[in-house]
């Protein structure tokens, strides 16, 4: 590079208004519990657009219902706060019609793996451009406590399930895996910078990107404050063969974070089937087809 090419890239640069984590945050106060741990996942969001230096009005964040799912309020982006388990149709649509938006699905275990379950295994398998933030409690604290998809079968704190659900437990990382997914991850909301790390690889990952939040839930389940002391780095990887990841997944114990998988595949666009070149000729399946069935 000249010194002419450097000099002006620099006044450039200077004429690009830098943004801070702060400047991502609404003026909407959290309401949630104190010490929850979703706090530190809004720390972690608003660093990462502040790191990629993601312009305000080029991010969407869409979510569900839930403690978690309130998180598009707390943020100076487009935001959507959507219907329990419908974060992911919802995004989805937004990035078919919006594609130069990064867009961003936020929620929690219920929402995402129990009525929202469905969603989350074609999210996977369609593989379209976005980031699918779950920040995980094992538990619907927004109800006030019952047991979650990942609720261990024998936890009994809750009233509903007091000897409790004898069911065994959604396996979030596992089951991305095995939908498709490219990208999976899973961060602690107490270990912001790490967190930030994995959510701007998230949102650099050319695809569908899955991170699960350990995010822990001080009110209804005052045992998880014991995650600091027993997350650990991740000892598979990354692995990027999916044979492999699905025997090392298995293997942990569902407290390691990192980057657990992550594969490059055909990302999914809409419009691939019938672009703008060949809008009158589908236009023209379509009038034939109404002629023949819509008499």
């Known amino acids: 590079m000249t010194a002419v090419q450097d000099g002006n890239a620099q006044r450039l640069k ?6 801070r984590a702060k400047d991502y945050k609404s003026d909407v106060k959290p309401v949630w519990c104190p010490g929850c741990g979703h706090f530190g996942v809004l720390a972690a969001l ?7 230096e993601l312009p305000p009005e080029q991010v969407a964040v869409v979510s569900g219902i839930g403690c978690s799912s309130r998180l598009p309020a ?14 992911l149709p919802l995004a989805t649509g937004l990035k078919a019609a919006r594609p130069e938006l990064t867009v961003i699905a936020a929620g929690g275990d219920g929402d995402g793996f129990s009525i929202g379950g469905n969603h ?8 379209q451009d976005l980031t699918y933030i779950v920040m995980d409690n094992e538990v619907y604290g927004m109800t006030k406590g019952q047991a979650s998809p990942t609720t261990q079968p024998d936890w009994c704190r809750s009233k509903l399930t007091p000897h409790g659900t004898g069911v065994r437990r959604f396996q979030p990382a596992a089951i991305a895996l095995a939908a498709g997914a490219g990208f999976i991850a899973r961060g602690f909301a107490g270990d912001p910078n790490g967190l930030t790390r994995l959510l701007a690889a998230a949102i ?3 695809g569908f990107a899955f991170v699960q939040v350990l995010s822990p839930c001080r009110t209804f389940r005052p045992e998880q404050q014991a995650w600091k002391q027993l997350v650990h780095g991740c000892e598979l990887g990354p692995a ?3 044979a492999r990841a699905a025997e090392l997944i298995q ?8 980057l657990l998988f992550e594969q490059k595949i055909p990302v999914y666009t809409a419009g691939t089937a019938a672009d703008a070149a ?18």
């Open 251 to 258: 293997r942990d114990d569902g407290l390691g974070i990192g």
């Open 46 to 52: 608003t660093k990462t657009l502040a790191y990629l």
């Open 278 to 295: 060949d809008a009158s000729t589908a236009a023209e399946r379509l009038a034939a087809i109404e002629a023949e069935h819509c008499r």
């Open 14 to 19: 200077a004429s690009i208004p830098s943004l």
């Open 74 to 87: 707390y943020l100076a982006v487009h935001g959507f706060h959507g219907v329990h388990g419908r974060a």
């Open 120 to 127: 989350f295994l074609h999210a996977c398998r369609r593989n």
């Open 204 to 206: 650099e990952h050319p």
């Open 240 to 242: 990027h063969d999916t």
